[in-house]
T-cell receptor
Framework: RKEVEQDPGPFNVPEGATVAFNCTYS??????FFWYRQDCRKEPKLLMS???SGNEDGRFTAQLNRASQYISLLIRDSKLSDSATYLC??????????????FGAGTRLAVHP | DAGITQSPRHKVTETGTPVTLRCHQTENHRYMYWYRQDPGHGLRLIHY???????DKGEVSDGYSVSRSKTEDFLLTLESATSSQTSVYFC???????????FGQGTRLTVV
């Protein structure tokens, strides 16, 4: 089983739609969680961190469910410019305390007019 | 801008030749990482470093070695390149053990 799993999509949605992505992780001792956005042929860029209490940044809402070991990203009122691949990332805790940031394979989102 | 520079940005090399990719950072961060990205696999960790001369293997380390003799430079070496190592390679830094990562612009490597 992969350490971090995402639905690969693609998600094809019209402008204005609400879309949600989920990401599951296997290491219950994971310490921190993130969502990244990656445009075609570019490097991943941090979209938002995910906090235990949930957090919102404009049209984007991230949530963490530790009991079920998943994080989610909700995008409201989708824009054409939201078209990209969304990657979740998890810092699992390993012995020795050195954390590695592990990524899911990414979910592709295509927003159409 | 996290001050990360990867070089070269593009490279075509022949099977069996050695290749070294360089990641340079200007912020003195302790944690540095090399990932490769391939369609259907996302970002996979090759090697990482948590300080000068302190490195460890990631999930896809076979065929790769790394060195970190200075805080600012993390080198990835393919001792004898194979076609399966054709990929986009990203370097990343973290400011702390539990923080987010910031990425360089990537190196597109083609092994023919």
């Amino acid at each position: 089983r992969k350490e971090v799993e995402q639905d690969p999509g693609p998600f094809n949605v019209p402008e204005g739609a609400t879309v949600a992505f989920n990401c599951t992780y296997s290491n219950s001792a994971s310490q921190s969680f993130f969502w990244y956005r990656q445009d075609c042929r570019k490097e991943p860029k941090l979209l938002m961190s995910v906090y235990s209490s949930g957090n919102e940044d404009g049209r984007f809402t991230a949530q963490l469910n530790r009991a079920s070991q998943y994080i989610s990203l909700l995008i409201r009122d989708s824009k054409l410019s939201d078209s990209a691949t969304y990657l979740c990332a998890v810092n699992p805790l390993f012995s020795g305390g050195y954390n590695k940031l592990i990524f899911g394979a990414g979910t592709r989102l295509a927003v159409h007019p | 801008d996290a001050g990360i520079t990867q070089s070269p940005r593009h490279k075509v090399t022949e099977t069996g030749t050695p290749v070294t990719l360089r990641c340079h950072q200007t912020e003195n961060h302790r944690y540095m990482y090399w990932y490769r990205q391939d369609p259907g696999h996302g970002l996979r960790l090759i090697h990482y470093s948590y300080g000068v001369k302190d490195t460890d293997k990631g999930e896809v380390s076979d065929g790769y070695s790394v060195s970190r003799s200075k805080t600012e430079d993390f080198l990835l070496t393919l001792e004898s390149a194979t076609s399966s190592q054709t990929s986009v390679y990203f370097c990343a830094i973290k400011t702390g053990p539990n923080t987010e990562a910031f990425f360089g612009q990537g190196t597109r490597l083609t092994v023919v």
